[in-house]
């Protein structure tokens, strides 16, 4: 596989009414993930999962890209093809999630800091050779009575421009990802002040390593109120509240922002992204970057079954597509009712 152009993978990865399927879990999260469905999480069951969600027929219509776990870019598709070959036959582009994971930041301990510098450029150099053509980094802020705190948000934001700077160094667009969680009862308007605080930290110091802002992808959340909040905003208010934090933090040169769906039903993160897009006059493209908005529904009719394999990724299919029309504005609930 010849490697792409930084500009190319952007233009590809943002293309019209496409977005990016995360299928990035660790190994933690994916066991997590397969004991709801009471699925041992091994090398096979996880190779076979990701084969039936990536061999989707005509997922590359909505789907442009795809972030893999370290472990899924090294196995072989059924047919012995590698899995970053199979999503380009499959017309869909191959990325990495380069971090390894949130742990406790020293003396702070209800908040943390994502790892994985160390060694981190010899890693990009084999990734790149595995055929990958952007990479992700994913920092975690967690919201409560005292925090975030300045230092952790600083911590992070850090973190996150050394690992853009390496990636574009590697030829590989960085899509940068500061997570601010949607646990606990916060406000809307505390998740939009935190939020719009992270990604000025963010931007500052991507600035201060020399980041070029045209080679990389913004991953975000949307400004929503916490998980517990008894007063819930209306998808309306998001989509008002997500754009103005965004304009007021994101600069223009940035080519895309994908939103991840951080644990909202998949039918919420649609209804949400599609109020997003619909708001003209900003300056990046708009798009979606799903892991659980996504695979939720595939995931519970494929339960580690062979005879399951097609009903699930018609459910993908439906989910990637619901969310396509999304980044256009054109999603309608019908869509739902009539799939059912
Ligand atoms: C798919 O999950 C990704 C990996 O998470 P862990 O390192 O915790 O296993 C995660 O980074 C994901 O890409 C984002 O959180 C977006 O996924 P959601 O499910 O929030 O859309």
Redesign the pocket.
């Given at each position: 596989m010849t490697a792409p152009t930084m500009e190319s993978t952007i233009g590809a990865l943002l293309a019209a009414r496409k977005g990016i399927l995360?299928?990035?879990?660790?190994?933690?999260?994916?066991k997590k993930r397969f004991a709801d469905i009471n699925v041992p999480s091994t090398e096979e069951s996880r190779r076979s999962y990701r084969e039936m969600l990536f061999t989707t027929r005509g997922l590359d219509e909505f789907i442009s890209g795809v972030?893999l776990?370290d472990e899924t870019l090294r196995q072989k598709a059924k047919d012995g093809v590698l899995m970053p070959e199979t999503l380009v036959e499959q017309g869909m582009l191959p990325g990495i999630?380069v971090?390894k994971?949130?742990v406790v930041l020293a003396n702070f301990a209800d908040e943390k800091i994502t790892q994985g510098l160390d060694g981190l450029r010899e890693r990009l150099k084999e990734y790149r050779e595995l055929g990958a053509c952007f990479t992700?980094w994913?920092a975690?802020i967690t919201i409560g009575e005292h925090i975030p705190t300045r230092t952790c948000i600083e911590a992070n934001a850090e973190a996150l421009a050394m690992f853009a700077g390496l990636s574009q160094e590697a030829g590989l667009v960085p899509i940068v990802?500061p997570?601010v969680l949607m646990d606990g009862n916060h406000s809307i308007g505390r998740c939009e002040e935190v939020t719009t605080v992270t990604l000025n930290s963010v931007f500052a110091a991507l600035f201060e390593h020399r980041v070029v802002l045209e080679q990389m992808l913004l991953?975000t959340?949307m400004v929503l109120s916490g998980k517990d909040c008894a007063q819930k905003a209306d998808v309306p208010e998001v989509a008002e509240a997500t754009i103005l934090c965004l304009l007021r933090s994101v600069p223009a040169a940035v080519p895309g922002i994908v939103?991840?769906?951080?644990?909202?039903s998949d039918e919420a993160?649609t209804q949400r992204l599609n109020a997003i897009c619909r708001v003209s006059d900003v300056p990046w493209r708009l798009s979606?970057?799903?892991?659980?908005?996504?695979?939720a529904p595939a995931m519970k009719i494929w339960k580690g079954s062979a005879d399951n394999v097609a009903a699930a990724q018609e459910a993908l299919h439906h989910r990637a597509k619901c969310n396509g029309l999304a980044v256009e504005g054109k999603y309608s609930e019908q869509m739902e009712s009539a799939h059912t």
């Open positions: 995360a299928a990035d879990e660790s190994l933690p999260t994916i972030i776990f999630k971090d994971g949130a992700k994913r975690v990802e997570e991953k959340g939103f991840l769906s951080g644990g909202q993160a979606f970057s799903f892991g659980r908005a996504l695979q």
